[in-house]
């Protein structure tokens, strides 16, 4: 199994950027499509951001178009989230999940990260 572990958030200001690391490890994550959610308190957990296999973009969720950038380097096996223009909004705990490349597409993410705060005041 896979293993992901989110790192490097934290609060910022109105306006302010933030990156978001998921470093894998047991699993090299060209094997994987890979995905970033979000929950703030009291609410659902939601989709921000998607990306396959092959490099392209997924479920690109419209609050966050525009602001937040998908990328991953497979070299590092690292997948991250450039988050720029924060909003209060934004708020919430970022996973990272994963899927084996097979699986993609079907049901529930396989591999789930424990999650990093972001905080973003007014």
């Known amino acids: 199994q896979v293993q992901l572990a989110e790192s490097w958030g934290g609060s910022v200001q109105s306006g302010g950027s933030l990156r978001l690391s998921c470093a894998a490890s047991?699993?090299?994550?060209?094997?994987?499509?890979l995905h970033w959610f979000r929950q703030a308190p009291g609410k659902e957990r939601e989709g921000v951001v998607g990306i396959s296999r092959y490099d392209r973009t997924t479920m690109y969720a419209d609050f966050v178009k525009g602001r937040f950038t998908i990328s991953k380097d497979n070299a590092k096996n690292t997948l991250y989230l450039e988050m720029n223009s924060l909003k209060p909004e934004d708020t919430a705990i970022y996973y990272c999940?994963?899927?084996?490349?097979?699986?993609?597409?079907?049901?529930?993410?396989?591999?789930w990260g424990q999650g990093t705060q972001v905080t973003v005041s007014s």
């Open positions: 047991g699993g090299t994550i060209s094997n994987y499509c």
């Open positions: 999940a994963a899927n084996e490349w097979y699986r993609c597409g079907f049901g529930e993410f396989a591999y």
